[in-house]
Nanobody, 125 residues
Framework: QLQLVESGGGLVQPGGSLRLSCAAS????????MAWFRQAPGKEREGVSC????????NFKDFVKGRFTISRDNAKNTVYLQMNSLKPEDTGIYYC??????????????????WGQGTQVTVSS
């Protein structure tokens, strides 16, 4: 049974950093692209970053380029999101997601993913 468990969220001041982790189980981890999405209050869920099954290909939305890094450890079945230079507009619930099909490239279409429960990130002074 697919399970995605996020951790690492919290309250941080503007300009600070957080590292999110997502522990996956119930499937062959390296077969699937993984992604991070976020949802701010009153807004739709949006893609942030994604990574291919091998980790060799990554993609980022423009609003996080140069600030966020995505990586994965296939030996540990874990995907990470390193978030630096955080801004108040980065506040939201961050979700780990797995593509529904194997061998696929990165995508930011929410309908193509299964979701974890999310972890809250709040950027505020």
């Amino acid at each position: 049974q697919l399970q995605l468990v996020e951790s690492g969220g919290g309250l941080v001041q503007p300009g600070g950093s957080l590292r999110l982790s997502c522990a996956a189980s119930g499937f062959t981890f390296n077969y699937y692209s993984m992604a991070w999405f976020r949802q701010a209050p009153g807004k739709e869920r949006e893609g942030v970053s994604c990574i291919s099954g091998s980790g060799g290909s990554t993609n980022f939305k423009d609003f996080v380029k140069g600030r966020f890094t995505i990586s994965r450890d296939n030996a540990k079945n874990t995907v990470y999101l390193q978030m630096n230079s955080l801004k108040p507009e980065d506040t939201g619930i961050y979700y780990c997601a797995r593509r529904k099909v194997t061998g696929s490239n990165c995508s930011f279409s929410p309908s193509m993913y299964y979701w974890g429960q999310g972890t809250q990130v709040t950027v505020s002074s």
